[in-house]
């Protein structure tokens, strides 16, 4: 056996994949490895809890199938080992799906920024665009009065608020694939977008109410205005704060719009039909059929990408790609053989496509090729 399919087959076992004729290869190759039981020194302090986590479910594992005392052995000095291999030659990040609460192993890496087809651009109201990716606020001072500050990945308008006879001027900031970007509005509200998403917003709101409208994803820290509520339309689905915490996620060719409150509460209205949402939870709302779904929001999930990381839950590969095609910006094709195999991880948005797709290989049972900015997954 060599070593990439001793990698392959120890990640299986891991995820509970191996058939009980790959597990008799593995503890046969195995079988040599020393290893101290206790506590290896090859493993670094701060992966001792996950190795703990593995050494128990070995133990679940001895427990049930009775094996004895001379297999226990064999089996910790494999997981050990196991263990070690995973954490200085994946160079990735694995959740380990055994069950909740999972453990993360994290290994050290030199991040690798995916590449972008252009930085984020301002769009201004007579439809000059301005890139915003070198954090130069020099030439955009005289473009708009408004812009107080620009620093790479943000931009801050002046607070105030537009008079009755001022028309409301508008402004675009749009992000590209594998990059995210923070806005701070004139009433001091906050918006965080994420790739591929874009915000419409005018650089002073009325006395009297505040709109936006966004495609895409973006994460909301409203101010609080009881005067002037705040409005963001998307997707035919308005949604409804006085000042709140909230993430929304309405990409083109989604059927739903998604809403997660975190602080606060909003209104969902979609044509004559409308709900309230309280936090810890997810509004789902498909505005052709004006249907509303209300369930419990996984907000470590949600929010994992204001953080710079994917976050997947036994995740189908189809969903899987969907969200790796936004990112990387690729066409993705998934094989009929593979559609409903699942994923459950956590990645840094930093890989490096490649990178990616390695750690759902060697996770999730699949194949790739990478042809170009055509990714094809196959079996």
Not at 93 to 108: D, E, G
Not at 198 to 204: H, I, T, Y
Not at 253 to 279: D, F, R, W, Y
Not at 298 to 322: H, P, S
Request: charged share 25%; proline share 4%; glycine share 8%.
């Amino acid at each position: 056996m060599d070593r990439e399919e001793y990698l392959k087959l120890a990640a299986k076992y891991l995820n509970g994949k191996c058939t009980p004729e790959e597990e008799a290869a593995l503890m046969s190759y195995s079988d040599g490895i020393s290893f101290d039981d206790d506590q290896p020194d090859e493993i670094p302090a701060k992966h001792l809890f996950a190795y703990k986590l593995l050494k128990g479910k070995i133990d679940n594992h001895i427990q049930k199938t009775k094996v004895n005392k001379s297999n226990n052995v064999r089996y910790f000095k494999w997981i050990g080992a196991a263990a070690a291999i995973l954490v200085f030659a994946l160079g990735a990040v694995l959740i380990l799906n055994f069950p909740r609460p999972t453990a993360t192993i994290q290994i050290t890496y030199k991040p690798k920024k995916p590449v972008a087809n252009k930085g984020t651009a301002l769009i201004l109201a007579n439809g000059e665009q301005v890139d915003l990716s070198t954090g130069k606020s020099q030439s955009l001072n005289n473009k708009s009065a408004q812009i107080e500050q620009v620093t790479k990945g943000h931009i801050k308008y002046r607070g105030g608020v537009a008079t009755d006879q001022q028309p409301l001027v508008y402004h675009t900031v749009a992000t590209p694939v594998g990059e995210h970007y923070e806005l701070e509005l004139s009433d001091g509200s906050k918006i965080w977008l994420n790739a591929q998403s874009s915000v419409k917003f005018p650089v002073l709101f009325s006395k009297s109410h505040r709109d936006i409208e966004i495609s895409g994803e973006a994460y909301f820290e409203v101010a609080k205005n009881k005067v002037a509520p705040f409005t963001v339309s998307v997707n035919g689905t308005a949604i409804r704060v006085l000042g709140t915490h909230f993430n929304v996620s309405a990409y083109p060719g989604e059927h739903t719009v998604n809403t997660t409150l975190l602080e606060g509460s909003v209104e969902l209205v979609a044509g004559e039909h409308k709900t309230l949402l309280s936090p810890g939870k997810i509004g789902i709302v498909d505005p052709v059929k004006q249907s509303f779904k209300v369930e419990d929001a996984d907000i470590d999930q949600t929010m994992a990408w204001k953080g710079g990381l994917f976050v997947f839950r036994d995740e189908n590969i189809c969903e899987v790609m969907k969200i790796a095609a936004r990112w990387y910006g690729v066409d993705i094709e998934v094989a009929d053989d593979v559609k409903n195999k699942t994923f459950g991880g956590t990645v840094s948005q930093n890989r490096s496509l490649t990178d990616f797709m390695e750690l759902i290989k060697l996770t999730g049972g699949i194949n790739y090729k990478i042809t170009g900015r055509k990714v094809t997954v196959m079996k």
